[in-house]
């Protein structure tokens, strides 16, 4: 007897489902991709309890008339594309007629819909139509999904608490006004409004809006492209980074999607900057002609295959790498590289009680020569007539002549840990000992990349006692200390011994730094090679040579302020931490204007 039946349209959707619906922000995906097909310009998402009581999209797109609305509910039933042809040349979100069947087969689905000239309401209870037909309602399209998965146990059973599917739609709503910075978006979790956007089609205002005004400000806009990409960027400079990939979004034609090469180009961009698995905040928006990519790989439409892509690679990482370049000078100096708009900007962030200073500064600022008799009476009255045994010293301080960082004249120590020193633009304070780390690390990684192995031995082996676990990992220590051209002998007594050291390490506190690694291995997660190399050179820079805190000479201020100059990257230690910091003149006004 023959075994092999056709399976019913209730369980192939249901296996559909199993693809497409994994969790509720997967129906908040379909629902909101359909209302942007449908040419919406507003759409507010609703979920309860992270979506598993309840989820709703409402749109003001174009609507279903009857017929549409109940055969959108039908196993691959779309509007989309009609012929195999179409399949290569996608310019809406969905296409495969398969996610209102599929969510409607394992839920209590309501659809309600006007297409401007009537409304209709069809009800589907687990897969059947309970209702079709008349209703009133607004222009665009409702949907309500209610008891997501209740026929479904075995699905239920891997819902995550409702906070964190909460924290899935959520995330996914931002992805998405990121996409489509021309549509509004409004999404409430358990009635409250946790996104809003205007849809007034402004990418920074949607940064604003996500991340918040520190990102925003840090953040700048980059346009490139060739013949076949042209790319749009929001990029927030690297004083600010994440410990996860998360907050890479990749937009290929509208579609937020999950690419690992783009990815992997934006952080070797960013990759100057960034301590060893930091990450940057950065938005990517590409278009293309839709022939060049194939969104037919996988059901959630999260992956796309792409032709051209190593170029296009190519293309965002030199861009984005320069855009960095240019940008990317100190914290908190977002008017760097447009001194002239500072005032303005920090002029209207006064406070309402700064009114006063605004109008002063205004004033000053109409009168030029009011400013030019300010500037000779500085020049005709030095402060020799005040402190006249400061004549010398003050002669003394010359200009250090900027390369990456602005000139700068040292003023003096502070708590024998910073230096500072006078700008055109403010005061720049720089850590010592982050300073030093930056230019040891450089140091050191261009002797550890120039290496060829020599190496210099020990006139005393050191040895170094492990802990059991540490010395039941004895064999991936080895290969871990092998990858930074270090050759440990493990003699099976609980110790690690090195007999030699490379010649790099030689001026270095091994001991220290070779503990500290060891202490950090972790092969659970193995990182790459270059990530290793990167860590162990920022470990021993930090290990090398004295720790700074002291007094130190105004020569030596100088020296430290021409070392970082000449740093390829002087902004941060390598472990991200601020090298020098800057107060603006604005800064300090705004602060003293408080009253
Ligand atoms: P697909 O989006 O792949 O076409 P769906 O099952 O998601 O498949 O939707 C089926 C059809 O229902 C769509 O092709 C579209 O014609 C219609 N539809 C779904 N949602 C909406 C909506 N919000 N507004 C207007 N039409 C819609
Ligand atoms: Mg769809």
Known sequence: MSRIQKLSDQVTNMIAAGEVVERPMGVVKELVENSMDAGAKDIEIRITDGGLKSISV????????????????????????????????IRTMGFRGEALPSIASVSRLDLLTNDGSQGTEVKVEYGKITYAGPQAAPEGTLVTVE?????????LKHMKSPQSEAGAVIELAERFAFAREDIAFRLYSNDVLRLETTGGGDLME??????????????????FHDYDFACRALLVMPEFTRASRQDILICVNDRVVHSYKIQKALIRAYEPYHAPQRYPICVLKIKTDPRLVD????????????????????????HVRRALAENFRLRGMPSFSAPEEAPKKAASA??????????????????????????VREKELPEREIFPQEEETAEEQPVIRGRKLPDLRVIGQFHADYILAEGKDGLYII??????????????????????????????????????????????????????????????????????????????????????????????HPTSRADLQKHAVATM??????????????????????????????????????TIIRITDEDLRKEFDRG
Not at 58 to 86: E, F, W, Y
Not at 352 to 363: D, F, I, L, N, P
């Open 58 to 89: 409402q749109d003001d797109g174009c609507g279903m008339d009857p017929a549409d609305a109940v055969n959108s509910l039908g196993r691959h039933a779309t509007s989309k594309i009609a012929r195999a042809d179409d399949l290569w040349n």
């Open 147 to 155: 008891s997501l998965f209740y026929r479904t146990p075995a699905r």
């Open 206 to 223: 949607v940064l604003y809006r996500v991340y918040g005004a520190r990102m925003a400000e840090s953040a700048v806009a980059a346009e």
């Open 295 to 318: 969104v037919n790989v996988h059901p959630s439409k999260w992956e796309i295959r792409l032709s051209k892509e190593e170029q296009l690679t190519q293309l965002v990482e030199n």
């Open 350 to 375: 006064v406070p309402a009680c700064g009114k006063e200073s605004v109008r002063m500064q205004q004033t000053f600022d109409a009168l030029p020569e009011m400013q030019e008799a300010a500037a």
């Open 431 to 524: 850590d010592q000992h982050a300073a030093q780390e930056r230019m040891n690390y450089e140091r050191l990684w261009k002797q550890f990349s120039a290496g060829g192995g020599a190496v210099q031995p020990l006139l005393v082996p050191l040895s170094l006692k492990l802990t059991p676990s540490r010395a039941a990992q004895a064999e991936g220590l080895k290969e871990y200390f092998r990858q930074i051209g270090l050759s440990i002998e493990t003699p099976g007594d609980n110790t690690v011994v090195l007999q030699e050291v490379p010649v790099w390490m030689t001026d270095l506190d091994v001991e220290a730094a070779l503990q500290e690694l060891i202490d950090q291995y972790d092969p659970a």
């Open 541 to 578: 820079a930090c290990h090398s040579s004295i720790r700074f805190n002291r007094t130190l000479s105004l020569g030596e201020m100088e020296k430290v302020i021409e070392d970082l100059n000449a740093c390829e990257q002087p902004y941060n230690c390598p472990h991200g931490r601020p």
